[in-house]
């Protein structure tokens, strides 16, 4: 059984602690919600398990299927199994959709995936996304709404078939039918392969479509609160003042978090297409 284990994770910023000794055990099949006032560190809980360079881990461990995910690439951890739906997904100008999934495809995989397959498998996730069907050819999230950047994250899961999926606010930006649309085809593939999911949201209404079986309040760095999806019902209803007030927590103040800026450069996929240039 594939198993996220985070134990006392401390995480600093440009030397600033913002994650004060996480503690959270993920099993497979399991859907999980990362709920917390705004600045609390949720993001920075995602981005530490895949290795974004911002975030310094500076104690604890992170463990997935048995390996030590501290001591891998990024692009290993992808290969892993993991998964990042980042909240601001960046425009990557002069890459088309279909080159960065190609080539993400093949960077996880011993034989390259044939272009019809491909095709086809694209063909079929942009449709159950209800995107439109240029996707392929367009630059990667270039031009696109906030809604679309997305559900192309969404496409991305779909077609690269992680075991565990983190989705930082992918919610967010959404209207009610993209709403319900990234849920099923989120809910579709948990179900198909059984993958784990860790959510990030700050509304009820997308975790009673995803429907987690367990929800953890991050308050000031640390796990504070753990319960079923009714607690996440509870927090949309009487908001974090009740928890403040029972545990004897206050929030960190609100930092505005900058979007990060994430270079092909880094990454297997980079490498891939650098690669596939030469030939």
């Given amino acids: 059984m594939r ?67 501290l001591e891998m690439t990024v692009d290993a951890r992808s290969r892993a199994g993991l998964f990042l739906a980042m909240q601001y997904p960046q425009e990557i100008p002069g890459v088309t959709n279909s080159d960065f999934l190609r080539a993400a495809m093949n960077a996880r995989r011993d034989k390259p995936v044939s272009l019809f397959t491909f095709i086809k498998e694209m063909e079929k996730t942009i449709s159950a996304l209800e995107m439109k069907e240029d996707l392929a050819h367009r630059f990667l999230n270039e031009g696109f709404s906030g809604g679309e950047k997305k559900r192309n994250e969404i496409v991305q899961m779909k077609m690269l078939r992680p075991t565990l999926a983190m989705l930082d606010e992918i919610d967010s930006g959404l209207d009610v039918d993209a709403l319900r649309i990234v849920a099923n085809a989120i809910n579709d593939l948990h179900k198909e392969t059984g993958m784990s999911l860790v959510v990030v949201s700050h509304y009820e209404r997308f975790y009673e479509l995803i429907e987690p079986q367990f929800t953890h309040v991050i308050v000031d760095g640390r796990v504070v609160l753990e319960g079923d999806a009714e607690l996440a019902r509870k927090i949309d209803t009487d908001g974090y003042d009740w928890i403040y007030k029972e545990y004897g927590v206050a929030p960190a103040a609100e930092a505005e978090e900058k979007r990060p800026v994430i270079s092909l450069g880094s990454c297997a996929v980079g490498a891939q297409m650098r690669k596939d240039d030469n030939r």
């Fill in 3 to 69: 198993t996220l284990e985070i134990k006392n994770l401390h995480v600093s910023v440009e030397g600033k602690e913002i994650l004060r000794g996480v503690d959270l055990t993920v099993n497979e099949n399991e859907v999980h919600a990362l709920m917390g006032p705004n600045g609390n560190g949720k993001s920075t809980l995602l981005g530490a398990v895949m290795g974004h360079p911002k975030y310094e881990v500076t104690e604890g461990s992170v463990f997935y299927d048995g390996q030590n995910v």
